[in-house]
């Protein structure tokens, strides 16, 4: 998502941190459910990961949700495995009891999920001090060939950046909006530097000479 839609989406529903097709595996949740890849359009609010189904054209269907505040740890996955999906880019969600794996289409997608993620859930009292950098796959951790699916982690778990080391720029800023012909002019409430400009033709006059918003940019 681009650092314009990151601030549309802010303007037009204060709560959407992100939102983005990606590719959920089956988390199994009763021993006889099949183990597949669906995709589903996720949207994370400061509240839940919820997932919808999205069929082109129709109202998506709620088909799941995580509170956020249920997270224990969210991560990036590390494997040799052939991932049997078309996206190829998986991060873990691991809440109650269960391992929630999700597959971003790149990296800078699964880098923005997962340190998002981890922002939002990094006071959880939940939170483990280790997790698994590889897959539960087949009755064991790949990484520490483990056999309890809640076993605990073999790698430090750090709230504060992925599995690769990026960590998370936020950037908060109070932010203006005046209008210019096709779109608006975002400026910066105490600098009154204009930030970036958004170009919509959609009726946004509410908006207008507001001020006092709150972003939160990633960089
Ligand atoms: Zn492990």
């Not at 037009?12 to 941190?17: E, G, K, S, T």
């Not at 922002?119 to 951790?141: A, M, Q, Y």
């Not at 605990?152 to 080391?165: I, W």
């Not at 170009?199 to 990633?218: C, M, N, P, Q």
Request: net charge positive.
């Amino acid at each position: 998502m681009s650092w314009e839609r990151t601030v549309f989406g802010t303007v037009m529903n204060n709560c959407v941190l992100l939102e983005e097709l990606l590719i959920k595996k089956s988390q199994q949740k009763r021993r006889t459910s099949p183990s597949n890849f669906k995709v589903r359009f996720f949207v994370l609010t400061r509240s839940k990961l919820a997932y919808y189904e999205d069929r082109h054209g129709k109202k998506r269907t709620l088909k799941g949700s995580v509170e956020l505040s249920r997270i224990k740890c969210v991560e990036i996955v590390k494997s040799d495995i052939i991932i049997p999906c078309q996206y190829k880019y998986p991060f873990q969600i691991i809440h109650d009891n269960y391992i929630l794996y999700v597959f971003a289409p790149n990296r800078e997608s699964r880098q923005r999920w997962v340190l998002t993620l981890k922002e939002e859930t990094r006071n959880n009292n939940s939170l483990v001090s280790k997790c698994h950098p590889d897959f539960w796959i087949d009755g064991k951790w790949r990484c520490c060939a483990q056999t309890e699916k809640m076993a605990a982690g073999c790698v430090e778990y750090d709230p504060t950046k992925n599995g690769m080391g990026f960590a998370k720029t936020i950037l908060t800023l109070k932010i203006f909006i005046s209008s210019k012909s096709n779109g608006w002019n975002l400026s910066c409430t105490e600098c009154q530097k204009i930030l970036g400009y958004i170009s919509i033709k959609r009726h946004v006059a509410g908006f207008l000479g507001y001020s006092g918003l709150s972003f939160t940019l990633y960089g």
